[in-house]
């Protein structure tokens, strides 16, 4: 609660701080008529000021507001009486200072209370408003003191643009290096259980194996018949249904695009886009059931009536119903960069003759394509991530077919079961899971090397 | 030493001059006989509208055969958008309208029946500003011939690629960079690819909206003699800046203002003798 | 923290949810936290170590296992109270519009096991795709059991319970146990592979929907929904047992397993209201008869069990190594 | 069509070539369009028919079914002192009134089972509510007060026709005599469907009648608040920067690969990194909005960097060039005339982003979202769960009452999503224009 | 009648002359003197390469306090580029790479260190294509004010954007309408904006490519009028294809070719006496 206000009283300062140096910089050079002889213009100096002010104290702020429980529960171990700590483990004494805390707050306490652990609990309202007041005069001062500094430097000469420009692209530049933090701990949380796994499994069998049995001993006492760890089925069964899902996505997708940017009515292109966009939001249980239920029946009782053995569960469910969820990657990506591409340059086609669609085709949709490409990118990697439809609508089944009818299973699906059921952390099987998920990593990885290198081949620049 | 279009609008309210003579040189109706007999193209009280502007008020104006039309007029006057009529361009400009009636070889081009994929392929247009496709510059010629299917064979394309590039000066600039982007050319030669592309479907009607505009003298020379010698067989009109252009290249000559046709007439007598006080005002102007 | 934290098992999960419900409702206690987990997730977990970040109750649908039990030793989780709370009936059902099927373990075994003797006595792999192929009895019918994925408890029991109870009929494999048990359990646990038993996901209503809408499949899944859905699906007969509340309580259906959960003693009397929620589970009115788990599909278990387990439960008598 | 010389021949080929295909491409273009406008009545299609589908199963959740009896509300019973406290008040044996009621209703009831079957008819929830009932109108007390009691998640099944009262006894979870009881109540004109407040104002329940969608709402709510407000800044900030700043070279190519890559990485595995790095390292309390909304955000940031990218791509660099020939620094080139022109399709990866925050279950499997937490959060460090989350547990609940309520908190999350992607349409409205 | 560039190259091997005269007709080094004394600004040695391709072949040249120097030449030959370098424009072309040193008042400009944000704020360009901001025409024209905090009050905006629209010719055709926006004017009624938007800032240096390039004579004449008033304080580069117009704005007169500065020097004296065989040949095919 206290956090919030000093929050506000931060903005306060903030705003504060960016008035002074905006003031300060346009007297600085004697009044608003002459506010052209300074560097930069006003604003940038007040948000110099601003920002110094409040970004440094807000990160103190964070900080704090992190470690200040810690704290103040290391300093009430430290201060509680020998007799209540002697012999106590760090998890009990953890909960000793849980009970404390809960009497401090007013919650339910399991115990009777004792004199000493009354007293341990005021000692605790204690340090914590200490700890919270120290809280308010330090990020407080930090952002004055700052501010401070910040509003004396706001004279006429002085590049408040520049250093504001290069606060904001050194944000910039850490909000990029983000992506990069987090496939640093994808790779980190799933190579050591890999090598783990590895050190089990041989990986010749693991890529080049043909046969992927889960059935293996999960437990000691779970004996399977069979435990394989060739994972070539997965990629395959991911490949299948990831490409049926591109072959429904991508025709009906950008098809969607093109005939919203290039031919709909206004009105209609108003309403179809956010209500296409609304495929990407139902939840993936709902596209189960209704693969499941709905899809698969049909397509079993399509290949019965045709002589066709289907399988009740199959890779043309999944992949038919997890196409159509991915349809607004492909078609609102792509109708955005379609509605892009400059007017004249349909202009320049429609006047040689063309046909809607061939100046579509031949023009608009190459000029298009980088970020079509990205739609479709992203809509693969959709597919490939998906695990619910897959699992209710295509089972868990392992084979190494290429018969769309049949039963598949894929790399996520096999990932999300082997981490969510019953299971074992020092077992192959479990740890499949992450050598799953690295070879998945590498597999796209090189994909996505080799759909940069295509789309800079075709790339064009308009304009 | 130098007229404003203020300063000539000042200047109507005090040069008036009396009788027959004064009528015309103030007339709210054009100026001279826009029509001519068994025209190319007919264009009768032709208005258009950008949302409530109207930017034509009520044209008529007819493009022979095998003549070359210039446009005249100053900045904003409506060349462009008239020109943009004919070729039906101005169907794709969000809330332009027409009105009126233009007829190509007695058919009426804004009929809902027209399709205008053939209507622009018989009257093709070079825009004013240059808009090459981000294609290499082999295929923004070979695009048009392509999409109607006018050769039957890769050589029978690449001459006709060459010859187009060739009519429009280019030819020697680009041939060995054919595969380059042609978004990557300087702007004049941008706008002679741009004309290259357009005669490369021999259309039956060039409309060329200030095609010299970025050429310098020999390339412009280029072109108007390509102009001359496309006359023979198709018509053309071609809005110009450049009154000696107008008067090297055309047979008529329209002059604009504000919207209205003001006068139309032989290219000589335009230059030479003009009727309308705004067509002399705006001849007398001339630097050179 | 001033509420309990529970962690584990998915089956439990019903149940559990339940006794927090009514828990909080009816005291001044804080409604628990109940995660579902998957029991050895949930175990994983409780085994970490004592404090406040740690839960204090895991639920298993199985026994917790001697390596688990170290894992917590380790941590300093050393005083654990187990708690078995009743059965869970596996049912093994299709459409109502099917016929209703009497099986015998010996022919569930021979149906999906992945290796099956042939006349000479010989296990070769499984050759039967219809039922009358495994029993003359059963009907004409292609084997097709939708089922849950090795990941499952459910799928442990089915497999201890029901194709080993089948497998064991033959005498020679029987005798294997002593000789070769690795070999004995490959046999009788191993479930065939090719296509015959669909893994089907974890979800037990999508099985019965599937069921549904395929009246020749045979469906693997927790009695609850079988009663939930008894105007759509029926369950087989197993050694001429109808899975029904009885016949599960009485023991006499033979696939049913125990479900427990585990507290961890250290946190009783730290975390405000762990006895008083370990007395409303052990309570007649939760898990008796009568009482509103059985309403949730729990088995209970029979009365002479459920006073000896509830006094222990509540007394927090540790349990010893499994 | 032309009458031209012969010696016109070059442009007679061309409009004979024209006329000699036009059918054919007019027939090919109008075959484009059919199938442009085909793809996007399939598309609109799918979403009608997912919808029709929701809302048929799910619509009947939003009333339920009550049973009017009197009840007997006794002083002595409820306020023996005649206090007037409310403590005592909310202390009274409700439960016992009830039972009484319909005891009282169903005289001939006297068999310890079939009264246990008779008590089952009213929700366990109905003590509750009538206590509230009393509290909030204590003149009701010493009087016998017609109340409308909520009936069990089975009487509601069955009066809603979701129990087929014709199938044998056998077949059917309500029994022969429940249903007679039923029938009376009903020819009595002693029950009603309501619209059902509770699903909208409860947390959930293991009690279906009970069970509510407020606590996962606001989960979902703080979840994705807090999602789109660091994803939106950080993917919007780092694709500018990548996309115009960064210099072009190796390494920014790899940093492009890997954003690429990272869509692709299975949902579930940011579940993986939550569990390792947020709950791991920096103690982030697990089950909470907060913890959800930064794998959320690692999840969504890809999506709305890729799109922010495909959008500035496609910005004219004449554009750039103009402010930047104005004299204004690259910075002001960007936020100035770049982005409000690259906006519509940053929004499209933002709503697109959001939409699939919104329906993901996986990666919370790994932070502990899958909980049973009947309290609504008041905050981002409460224990909460998600809507999907909420209606994957639902769907997995063996109860038949569960099957709307979860098609209902699908409705619900469907009517979140619109909301939440409104405003972003109308912002991506307003700016969209062709150049 | 024409000469095409093909015919110049042809005739270079044909028409060779003797001694000194000759060597200067056909030298591969600048003819004439390229710089001046107190230059504003100073480049030496500039190349620029798009990718493999040399466009500029190191160009020397000066230019003057309060002088106007043209630039002309065959469409091609690398005056856009040469002045794209001039405020570093170039900079963001993929690919683009110059070398050499330009000096504005002594100061490198291709320094690293150096902000290349004032230094356009100083040096303003007018594109060869028009390019208005997607925004209302006033805003077009107060956005350079606003960025450098030119004016401090509305009123004070609202008379910059007014003076620059009418020293830019287009207050009367546009000052009913300043919310339009600025993509819906016509072409020469953009450049004309684009122009306003230029001085709107007051640059020190205007670097204007083909500022006149879709402009009626009239409009052409307020521009002229506009760069003479300027050359008092600024100093102004201008591409032109219009000799005419070299001739009539600019002192001094610099003619590229294929990438090469083949001669600079007094206007009048390159009109009048040009010394290099390509000048001439350039000059010489004039028409008009
Ligand atoms: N972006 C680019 N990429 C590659 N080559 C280019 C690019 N821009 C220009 N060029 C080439 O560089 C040369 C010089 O171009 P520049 O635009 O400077 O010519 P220019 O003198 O301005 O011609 P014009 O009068 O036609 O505008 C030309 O050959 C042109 O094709
Ligand atoms: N897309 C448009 N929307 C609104 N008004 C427009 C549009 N295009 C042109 N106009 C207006 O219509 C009038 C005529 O424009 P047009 O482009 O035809 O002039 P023009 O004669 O070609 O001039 P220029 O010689 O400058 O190219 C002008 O006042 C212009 O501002
Ligand atoms: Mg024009
Ligand atoms: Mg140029
Ligand atoms: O979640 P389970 O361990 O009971 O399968």
Redesign the interface.
């Given at each position: 609660m206290q956090d919030w206000i000093l929050l506000l009283v931060l903005l306060a300062v903030m705003t504060a701080a960016y008035h002074l140096g905006r003031r300060r910089a346009v007297s600085g050079v004697g009044g608003p008529s002459q506010v052209h002889r300074l560097h930069s213009l006003p604003a940038y100096y007040g948000l110099y000021a601003a920002l110094w002010a409040g970004l440094p104290a807000l990160l103190l702020l964070a900080l704090w507001t992190g470690l200040q429980d810690q704290l103040v529960l290391m300093l009430l171990q430290a201060q509680l009486p020998r007799e209540m700590t002697a012999g106590l483990s760090e998890g009990r004494l953890g909960l000793l200072v849980n009970d404390i805390k809960n009497l401090a707050s007013g919650a339910m306490v399991s115990t009777e209370v004792s004199p000493e652990l009354q007293a341990a609990a005021a000692q605790y309202a204690r340090l914590d408003r200490l700890g919270r007041w120290s809280m308010w005069v330090a990020v407080l001062a930090l952002a004055l003191g700052c501010g401070w500094i910040a509003w004396g430097r706001a004279r006429p000469r002085f590049k408040a643009r520049n250093q504001v420009e290069t606060m904001v692209m050194a944000v910039m530049v850490i909000f990029s290096s983000i992506a990069i933090l987090t496939t640093l701990g994808i790779v980190l949380s799933v190579l050591f259980e890999s090598l783990r796994f590895f050190s089990m499994v041989s990986p010749l069998e693991f890529f080049f194996g043909t046969l992927w049995s889960p059935q293996t001993a999960l437990r000691a006492d779970q004996v399977g018949a069979s435990g394989a760890f060739g994972a070539v089925p997965l990629f395959t069964g991911t490949l299948m249904v990831s490409a049926i899902a591109m072959l429904v996505a991508v025709p009906i997708g950008l098809l969607s695009a093109i005939y919203l940017s290039e031919y709909a009515p206004r009105r209609l292109r108003a309403v179809a886009k956010p209500v296409l966009e609304v495929l990407a939001g139902i939840p993936t249980v709902v596209y189960g059931f209704f693969a499941a239920l709905t899809v698969a029946p049909f397509i079993r009782e399509l290949g019965q009536s045709v002589g066709l053995d289907v399988a009740s569960e199959s890779a043309l469910a999944a992949g038919l119903v997890m196409g159509v969820m991915i349809i607004p990657f492909v078609s609102s990506l792509s109708e955005d960069v379609i509605n892009a591409v400059p007017q004249s340059l349909r202009d320049g086609s429609y006047a040689l003759g063309a046909t809607e669609s061939e100046t579509i085709k031949r023009v608009i949709i190459p000029a298009a394509l980088p970020g079509i490409v990205g739609g479709v990118l992203l809509a693969v990697s959709r597919a490939i991530g998906e695990t619910m439809i897959v699992v209710m609508a295509a089972g868990l089944a392992a084979n190494l077919t290429a018969n769309p009818l049949d039963s598949v299973t894929t790399v996520t699906v096999q990932i999300v079961t082997l981490l969510t059921g019953d299971q074992e952390f020092d077992s192959a099987k479990t740890l499949a899971a992450f050598a799953l998920g690295l070879t998945l990593f590498a597999v796209t990885l090189v994909l996505n090397v080799l759909a940069l290198h295509i789309v800079r081949k075709y790339r064009e620049q308009y304009d | 030493m130098i007229t404003t279009v203020e300063e000539i609008q000042r200047s109507t309210s005090t040069a008036m001059r009396s009788g027959e003579l004064a009528r015309v040189r103030e007339s709210r109706e054009t100026v001279g006989d826009y029509s001519v007999p068994d025209a190319r193209m007919r264009c009768r009280d032709i208005e258009v509208w950008y949302g409530d502007k109207r930017a034509i008020h009520g044209v008529n104006l007819d493009l022979g055969r095998n003549e070359v039309l210039s446009m005249i007029g100053p900045s904003g006057c409506g060349k462009s958008t008239f020109l943009r009529c004919l070729n039906r361009m101005n169907d794709t400009i969000d809330g332009c309208r027409v009105s009126g009636s233009i007829q190509l070889d007695g058919e009426e081009i804004y009929d809902r029946a027209l399709d205008p994929v053939p209507l622009r392929a018989r009257v093709g247009m070079v825009f004013q500003k240059p808009n090459p496709f981000p294609k290499s510059i082999y295929e923004n010629v070979a695009y048009g011939p392509r999409i109607h299917g006018l050769t039957t064979s890769k050589a029978e394309l690449d001459a006709l690629v060459e010859t187009s590039l060739r009519k429009a000066g280019l030819w020697d600039e680009v041939k060995d960079r054919l595969e380059a982007p042609g978004t990557g050319l300087s702007g004049g030669q941008q706008q002679r690819l741009c004309i290259a592309r357009t005669i490369a479907v021999s259309p039956e009607v060039i409309l060329m909206d200030e095609p010299c505009s970025a050429l310098d003298p020999i390339a412009t020379a280029i072109i108007e003699e390509l102009i001359d010698e496309l006359r023979a067989n198709y018509s053309i009109a071609i809005v110009t800046h450049s009154m000696q252009q107008a008067a090297r290249v055309s047979q008529r000559t329209a002059y604009f203002h504000l919207g209205d046709l003001v006068e139309v007439g032989e290219t000589n007598q335009i230059f030479t003798n003009p009727q309308h006080r705004l067509t002399e005002d705006y001849i007398t102007g001339r630097f050179g | 923290r001033d509420s309990i934290y529970i962690v584990g098992s998915s089956t439990v999960f019903p149940f559990s949810t339940a006794v927090a419900e009514t828990f909080g409702r009816n005291t001044d206690f804080a409604t628990p936290k109940v995660e579902s987990t998957g029991s050895g997730g949930g175990l994983k977990l409780f085994c970490a170590g004592v404090g406040v970040d740690h839960p204090d109750i895991t639920n298993a649908s199985r026994r917790m296992k001697a390596s688990e039990f170290e894992l917590c030793q380790e941590a300093g989780v050393e005083d654990i109270t187990e708690v078995k709370i009743g059965y869970d009936g596996i049912a093994i059902a299709n459409s109502r519009e099917g016929e209703r099927l009497d099986l015998s373990l010996r022919d569930i075994w021979l149906a999906l096991a992945k290796d099956v003797p042939n006349e000479a006595g010989e296990l070769v792999p499984n050759p039967y795709q219809t039922w009358n192929e495994v029993n003359p009895d059963l009907p004409e019918i292609t084997i097709e059991v939708l089922g849950p994925p090795p990941t499952s408890g459910t799928r442990d029991a089915f497999v201890e319970l029901a194709m080993e109870g089948g497998c064991k009929t033959y005498d020679f494999i029987k005798a294997m146990k002593q000789e070769d048990k690795s070999r004995y359990k490959a046999v009788c646990h191993g479930i065939r592979e090719d296509g015959a038993y669909v893994e089907a996901g974890e979800n037990d209503n999508l099985i019965v929907q599937k069921l549904v809408a395929n009246p020749d499949a045979l469906g693997i899944f927790g009695f609850s929904f079988l009663d939930q859905n008894a105007d759509q699906v029926q369950g087989s007969k197993v050694d001429g047992v109808e899975p029904t509340f009885e016949s599960i309580a009485d023991g006499d259906y033979p696939v049913s397993r125990s479900l427990f959960f585990y507290v961890k003693n250290a946190h009783v009397g730290t975390i405000p209201g762990i006895a008083e929620f370990v007395a409303e589970f052990t309570g007649e009115q939760a898990w008796g008869p009568e009482g509103y788990l059985v309403d949730k599909g729990l088995i209970p278990l029979p009365e002479a069990m459920r006073a000896e387990v509830a006094s222990a439960a509540q007394s927090f008598a540790p349990m010893s190594r499994p | 069509?032309?009458d031209?010389t012969p010696?016109?021949a070059?442009?007679k080929?061309?409009?004979d070539?024209?006329?000699?295909?036009?059918k054919r491409?007019?027939a090919?273009?109008r075959r484009?369009?059919r199938?442009?406008?085909?793809?996007?009545a399939?598309?609109?299609l799918?979403?009608a028919l997912?919808f029709a589908?929701?809302v048929g199963k799910g619509h009947t959740a939003f009333q339920q079914t009550y049973i009017k009896l009197p009840v007997v509300l006794e002083r002595a019973q409820i306020d023996p002192e005649g206090s007037g406290s409310a403590e005592v008040i909310a202390r009274a044996n409700y439960l016992g009134i009830i039972r009484a009621a319909l005891r009282a209703h169903f005289p001939e009831v006297t068999a310890r089972r079939d009264k246990?079957a008779l008590y089952?008819m009213v929700s366990?929830g109905a003590p509750?509510l009538l206590r509230d009932r009393v509290l909030a109108d204590p003149a009701l007390i010493g009087t016998t007060a017609e109340v409308w009691l909520l009936a069990d998640d089975d009487i509601d099944m069955v009066v809603k026709g979701q129990?087929?009262r014709t199938?044998p006894e056998?077949?059917?979870?309500v029994k022969d005599q429940t249903l007679g009881w039923i029938e009376r109540l009903e020819s009595e004109g002693r029950i009603t469907k309501r619209f059902n407040t509770i699903f909208f104002t409860n947390g959930t329940?293991?009690?279906p009648e009970l069970a509510g969608i407020a606590g996962a709402l606001a989960g979902s709510f703080y979840t994705l608040a807090l999602t789109l407000l660091l994803s939106f800044?950080?993917?919007v900030?780092?694709a500018?920067?990548?996309e115009e700043?960064?210099p072009?070279n190796r390494w920014t190519?790899l940093?492009?690969?890997?954003?690429?890559?990272?869509?692709?990485?299975?949902?579930?595995?940011?579940g993986?990194?939550g569990?390792?790095?947020f709950i791991g390292i920096?103690?982030v309390p697990r089950?909470t909005p907060l913890v959800a909304a930064l794998v959320l955000t690692?999840m969504t940031?890809?999506?709305i960097?890729?799109?922010s990218?495909?959008?500035l791509?496609?910005?004219?660099?004449?554009?750039?060039?103009?402010?930047?020939?104005?004299?204004?620094?690259?910075?002001?080139t960007q936020f100035?005339?770049v982005l409000p022109?690259a906006l519509?399709?940053m929004l499209?990866?933002a709503?697109?982003g959001?939409?699939?925050a919104?329906?993901?279950?996986?990666p919370l499997?790994?932070i502990?979202m899958?909980?049973?937490?009947?309290?609504v959060p008041a905050g981002f460090t409460d224990?909460a769960t998600v809507?999907?989350v909420q209606?994957?547990?639902w769907?997995?609940?063996?109860?038949?009452a569960f099957?709307e309520r979860t098609s209902a908190a699908?409705m619900v999350?469907?009517a979140f999503?619109?909301l939440m992607?409104l405003a972003a349409?109308l912002l991506r409205?307003r700016f969209?224009?062709?150049?």
């Open positions: - | - | - | 069509m032309t031209q010696a016109s070059p442009h080929r061309t409009i070539a024209v006329n000699a295909s036009l491409r007019r090919k273009e484009f369009r199938l442009g406008a085909a793809a996007v399939l598309g609109l799918f979403v997912l589908d929701i246990r089952q366990v509750q129990i087929d199938l056998s077949k059917r979870r329940s293991r009690e800044p950080i993917g900030g780092a500018i920067y990548l700043f960064a072009k190519d940093i492009e690969v890997n954003i690429n890559n990272l869509a692709a990485v299975p949902s579930i595995v940011f993986l990194l569990l390792a790095v920096f103690g089950s690692l940031l890809p999506t960097i890729i799109s990218r495909a959008a791509k496609s910005v004219p660099p004449s554009i750039r060039e103009a402010a930047l020939g104005v004299g204004a620094s690259s910075l002001q100035h005339h022109l519509p399709g499209t990866g709503i697109i959001m939409a699939q919104l329906g993901e279950t996986a499997l790994m502990g899958i909980a049973f937490i009947v309290d224990p809507l999907p209606i994957f547990l769907a997995d609940s063996p109860e038949r099957v699908i999350l469907l999503l619109i992607n349409v409205r969209e224009r062709r150049w």
